[in-house]
């Protein structure tokens, strides 16, 4: 186990120097964060694939999710959804479309190598052709229907490909940091 210990320490030493220099290009200037990352459209991508979604409200009507437009908010290491939603249904005349947003962190799950949404603060919902009334109680929903289609997103999935140096030099994926262009994935040492 010390022989363990001392050949990661060892690793760990130039991989540290490497974690902290940025990569040059031609004229000279940092090109990007290091680290594994990534990009605000196959962010957008990954969670597209996930909706629409559909939730009945209790059979007066259905409310269909489409699927969100993402913006990073690096000053706060979080990402915002913008959900458009559809209300439908026996208790409406007429289909309606509204929406809301959320804002969310991110968490790594390394049991299937995902990085997932997580702390969920939610916005009112608005439906500008519904009445105010419907609206109010539309918005004793909104919690629960973000709950149910966001938390714990999976937002991108790791491939083995991916991890296989970090592996190799028992390194797993640690903090996740939101920049302008997308997200950046730290590595760190595994718990021995």
């Known amino acids: 186990m010390r022989r363990r210990s001392l050949f990661s320490a060892a690793l760990c030493i130039p991989l540290g120097r490497l974690a902290t220099a940025q990569p040059v290009d031609a004229e000279d200037r940092p090109s990007k964060p290091p680290g594994y990352t990534v990009s605000a459209d196959v962010l957008q991508r990954s969670v597209a694939e996930r909706f629409p979604m559909r939730y009945p409200v209790q059979g007066l009507l259905n409310l269909d999710l489409q699927p969100p437009r993402l913006s990073l908010l690096p000053a706060q290491n979080r990402l915002r959804a913008e959900m458009v939603v559809d209300a439908a249904g026996p208790a409406l005349n007429r289909s309606h479309r509204g929406g809301f947003d959320v804002d969310f962190a991110l968490r790594y799950e390394a049991s299937d190598r ?21 609206v109010e109680l539309l ?54």
């Open 114 to 134: 995902t990085l997932r949404a997580h702390q969920l603060r939610i916005d009112r919902l608005r439906f500008p052709t519904l009445q105010p009334s419907v």
């Open 139 to 192: 918005n004793t929903y909104a919690p629960a229907l973000a709950e149910q289609s966001l938390r714990e997103v999976v937002l991108h999935r790791l491939q083995p490909q991916d991890l296989r140096m970090a592996d190799a030099l028992g390194m797993q994926p640690g903090p996740i940091t939101v920049t302008q262009t997308g997200l950046v994935i730290a590595f760190v040492l595994k718990p021995l």
